[in-house]
């Protein structure tokens, strides 16, 4: 049984420049103890596909198919349901620390509030429990750390803190939404090895625009692009063989593979095209690319991808 299965699922907003249509017919699976790194550009749907999976979007969002956490529905969960799921069975860790975190509470009382809540445990107990979670994501001196405030610990100090609030309840599925984004090089090391570490009991999708990041933790790579999937495989399969001339695009912009950006900008997702969403930024568009939208189809051994080049 999958632990999460996203079937068709659509995630519309209105603004005042008209409809965003962040999420478009996505379908991703995620099985026990597998980590899913979800790539791609900024702007591409990521983030709103996460805040769909743990329900932290306005009500006036427009939602539709269907997520299956452990074959439950959480779409057609009341709040009250969703509450009991949320932090306690799916964590979410967001990407920003310095704004996820409450500037005004200690960090150790934080870690506490999400123990306290979700195992019933008394308040001391929820605190000494946060002092572990601080030694298990390496933070030194974790006893007196538990007593500060967020501005007192360094960037990666608050992404550790993030990722302790995450697993300090969580059983099943993280949701880890660019945990290494604006770090050094160093302390991005160290937080890769930590995630790797934190997570290998449990399922996790990993979202982030950096590919190399996804290969050292994930076991396969679902990439983004305007608000649909556009490749999915097993990560070595993905490196070895790129099918979709976005994924290729995006590993001939990494350094080491010659520094070449792919042209032009991404669609508006207010006014998507109504062929294959990448052809304007394609080195091999056709004109039947304009009008025809390619399906995802599978190549071979769950390499999916959604090119008219293999339709």
Not at 106 to 125: R, S
Request: proline content about 4%; charged content about 25%.
């Amino acid at each position: 049984m999958s632990v999460l299965e996203i079937i068709d699922l659509k995630t519309w907003f209105q603004t005042q420049d008209g409809l965003v249509k962040a999420v478009n017919s996505v379908n991703l699976r995620i099985e026990k103890n597998e980590r899913v790194g979800l790539v791609g550009e900024t702007g591409c749907g990521k983030t709103v596909l996460s805040f769909s999976i743990i329900r932290l979007l306005q009500p006036t969002t427009m939602i539709e198919g269907k997520i299956l956490y452990k074959s439950k529905d959480i779409l057609k969960l009341s709040e009250r349901e969703m509450q009991k799921i949320r932090g306690k069975e799916i964590a979410m860790i967001l990407q920003n620390p310095t704004t996820a975190l409450n500037p005004v509470l200690k960090v150790g009382d934080q870690i506490a509030e999400a123990i306290w809540l979700h195992q019933g445990l008394k308040k001391k107990e929820a605190k000494e429990k946060a002092v572990e979670m601080l030694e298990a994501v390496k933070i030194p001196l974790a006893e007196k750390r538990a007593n500060e405030y967020p501005h007192q610990f360094s960037g990666g100090m608050k992404e550790r803190a993030l990722i302790a609030i995450g697993l300090a309840c969580c059983t099943s599925l993280i949701i880890a939404d660019e945990p290494t984004r604006g770090l050094d090089v160093t302390t991005k090391a160290q937080i890769i090895k930590l995630m790797k570490d934190m997570t290998k009991q449990r399922s996790m999708l990993f979202i982030t625009h950096d590919l190399e990041v996804a290969a050292e933790i994930c076991d396969n790579i679902a990439m983004m692009y305007a608000g649909e999937l556009v490749e999915y495989a097993k990560t070595d399969d993905v490196f070895k063989n790129p099918l979709h001339p976005y994924t290729q695009g995006i590993f001939n912009s990494l350094p080491n593979r010659g520094l070449k950006p792919i042209k032009g900008m991404s669609p508006s997702l207010i006014d998507l095209p109504s062929g294959c969403r990448f052809y304007q930024r394609c080195d091999y568009a056709r004109e039947i690319c304009k009008n025809r939208h390619p399906e995802m189809v599978e190549m071979e051994n769950g390499h999916f991808v959604r090119c008219l080049l293999y339709d």
